[in-house]
């Protein structure tokens, strides 16, 4: 008896493990973890590698307690940036990058990565990795643009339309499409230096995403970028990182490539000026009409999954002091994400900050300062759910917790069943 009790607590291990290693997976056009489908409430966590960091900027007991605090929360699901270019000496920039140069990898920040993804690993969560940027805040199009020789700066936006035009040249300069292709080569090969697992193997890393927000997509690119990702990661997925219709004339074209797995969109009610703070009572509950609309239009794409990737609005009356009323935005959150779970799609919110904060409400980023949810190019404290925002973590949490308590009930309960039929043959087969 005893020799089959032990047999039985091994394979509750061995299977808890292999459960717990799945990769995500699409069936039947939706998300699937083990075979159910895969709902979750996730955030954007940007600069995890640069906390993850043992050099400047890092600070890994601050991000092993986010972590924790993400993982009560049932957010098990984070939006990453996978590359950062360019000289650490541009303006409204991640600093440090990944790449200072073409080919030239600061190995901090490379570890910082190594060190999250490990961590998160831990907790059972998982990784979009954001390889590339249509804006300038991380280096991205721009700056493959100037290493390449298109351009000897980048014309930093203040005039978006402009600079849209601009980092779309990206496509068309093969120089520039190499350099990334290279970075690509070198991140996917990487072997994660905290648990030896070489990045394609890592169940961790839910997806392989092209860029955030690329605009002006050139398909043929889309096509050729995704099939040498998926040909390097066939057991991961790969996906656009595109806003929708609000930046493109064809949703189902820029995901129509056979190695696209899931379509992405983002929601910005106040980047779009359809929401303005300042008057709140008239604009918003046009904006929630207007999300609402946004998000129906594009869950009705049923080619392949949806994940709506980024939404965010700021705290009342525009107010970016950590400690300002966010009246409206736990009613917008509590909305989104009822949404979300009607139409069961995925859903990551923009953004987390956790225990960072501003150095000023509105600041420009300078390094040295907290990582929080807003970008360095972004007024600090515009959109960052922090730590001690009780009444929004608590909507969050109430939707998350479900969609994580889903997918640890199937998992408990197939491994139960399994366990079942393993006690029963060997009862009677003896």
Request: glycine content about 18%; aromatic content about 22%.
């Given at each position: 008896m005893m020799f089959y009790i032990t047999i039985f607590f091994v394979f509750c291990i061995r299977f808890?493990?292999?459960a717990t290693s799945s990769f995500i997976s699409v069936q039947n056009r939706r998300l699937t973890l083990n075979g159910q489908d895969y709902l979750y409430v996730g955030t954007n966590f940007w600069y995890g590698a640069n906390l993850g960091s043992t050099g400047p900027g890092g600070n890994r007991t601050r991000l092993l307690r986010e972590l924790d605090h993400l993982h009560s929360l049932g957010v098990d699901n984070l939006r990453i940036q996978a590359g950062s270019e360019g000289p650490n000496t541009e303006p409204w920039r991640i600093v440090p990058s990944m790449q200072p140069e073409p080919g030239r990898y600061d190995e901090d920040v490379l570890e910082g990565l190594d060190f999250l993804l490990y961590e998160m690993g831990q907790r059972n969560m998982r990784a979009v990795m954001c390889l590339n940027n249509f804006?300038?805040?991380?280096?991205?199009?721009?700056?493959?643009?100037?290493?390449?020789?298109?351009?000897?700066?980048?014309?930093?936006?203040?005039d978006y339309a402009a600079f849209e035009l601009f980092s779309a040249r990206f496509y068309e300069l093969p120089a520039a499409v190499q350099l990334f292709n290279n970075h690509i080569q070198f991140i996917m090969k990487r072997t994660n230096k905290y648990n030896n697992l070489p990045y394609v193997e890592d169940s961790t890393i839910m997806s392989w995403e092209l860029a955030n927000e690329p605009r002006r997509l050139n398909l043929s690119w889309v096509n050729a970028t995704a099939c040498s990702i998926k040909q390097l990661a066939p057991k991961q997925l790969v996906t656009t990182g595109v806003e929708g219709s609000i930046s493109s004339n064809n949703f189902s074209n820029d995901h129509a490539s056979p190695c696209i797995d899931y379509a992405t969109f983002h929601l910005w009610v106040q980047n779009w000026n359809i929401y303005d703070p300042k008057n709140a009572s008239d604009t918003f509950p046009p904006a929630l009409e207007f999300a609402r609309k946004y998000i129906e239009y594009h869950v009705a794409y049923k080619e392949k999954p949806v994940v709506l990737e980024e939404f965010g609005i700021s705290r009342d009356n525009d107010d970016h002091s950590a400690t300002a009323p966010i009246t409206i935005r736990d009613k917008y959150y509590q909305a989104i994400f009822q949404w979300a779970r009607d139409y069961r799609i995925p859903v990551n919110f923009w953004a987390y900050g956790g225990e960072g904060r501003p150095r000023l409400p509105r600041a420009n980023w300078t390094q040295g300062d907290d990582f929080i949810g807003d970008p360095p190019h972004e007024p600090q404290g515009w959109y960052s759910v922090y730590d001690t925002d009780e009444s929004t973590l608590e909507i969050i949490h109430s939707f998350a917790s479900v969609s994580s308590a889903s997918v640890t009930k199937t998992s408990l309960g197939f491994s139960i069943l399994l366990l079942y039929n393993f006690l029963h043959n060997l009862y009677y087969l003896g």
């Open positions: 808890t493990q292999q804006w300038h805040w991380s280096g991205g199009y721009a700056q493959y643009i100037v290493w390449a020789g298109g351009a000897s700066s980048i014309p930093y936006p203040g």
